[in-house]
C-alpha cells in the first residue's frame, strides 16, 4: 500500500478466506488435498473443485485440474476428491484396462481365450462397453492358415 491509498488483496488461486476483515496472506486457507481451485478471492471453501473419479491428488492448494493425477492402467476410482491413489482399486483377475483414469469396473474388460480346432490360432476377445475388440494372436506350425479358415474360425467363436 501506498500512503492514502488502501486496497483489499484476493487470496491466489488454490486459497479461500471465511474471515471479513482478514488482515494478511497467512488468513487464506489452501484448499484441500484432492481438490483444486483456479479462482482468484475466493470467499468458500466450495470453491474448490473435487478432482474427478479416476484421479486423485495429494497436494494442497493446488490451482489447476492437471493437478490431479489419473489412476493408473490396471486400476479404476469411482471416487471424487481422493487424496491418493489407494482409492484406486485393481481390475480382478482375468480383466484388464489400458485407459488411465478409469471411473468404473465395467472399465476393466473381461478376456476370453479360446483355441479354435484343427489349428494353432489362439483368439483373445476383449469386449470394452459396447465395442468389441479382437487381437489375434497366430501361431503356424506347418502351414499358414488361410483366411477362410480365419473366418470360419471367428464365426464359430463371435455371432455375427
Not at 492514502?4 to 471479513?20: E, I, P, R, S, W
Not at 482468484?40 to 492437471?66: I, N, P, W
Request: hydrophobic fraction near 35%.
Amino acid at each position: 500500500t501506498t500512503a492514502g491509498n488502501f486496497f483489499c488483496v484476493d487470496c491466489g488461486a488454490g486459497k479461500y478466506n471465511t474471515n471479513l476483515g482478514a488482515s494478511k496472506a497467512s488468513n487464506c486457507t489452501d484448499c484441500g488435498a484432492g481438490k483444486y481451485s483456479p479462482s482468484l478471492g475466493a470467499s468458500s471453501q466450495s470453491s474448490c473443485t473435487d478432482c474427478a473419479a479416476g484421479k486423485f491428488s495429494s497436494s494442497v492448494g493446488a490451482t489447476k485440474e492437471s493437478s490431479c493425477d489419473d489412476c493408473a492402467a490396471g486400476t479404476f476410482s469411482n471416487v471424487t476428491g481422493a487424496t491418493n491413489s489407494s482409492t484406486c482399486s485393481v481390475c480382478s483377475e482375468g480383466t484388464f484396462s489400458n485407459m488411465k483414469g478409469a471411473t468404473g469396473i465395467d472399465s476393466c474388460s473381461q478376456i476370453v481365450t479360446a483355441a479354435s480346432k484343427g489349428n494353432s490360432m489362439f483368439v483373445i476377445i476383449a469386449i470394452l462397453g459396447s465395442a468389441v475388440t479382437l487381437v489375434l494372436l497366430s501361431y503356424f506350425q506347418t502351414s499358414r492358415l488361410s483366411k477362410k479358415a480365419l473366418k470360419s474360425a471367428l464365426a464359430s467363436i463371435v455371432p455375427v
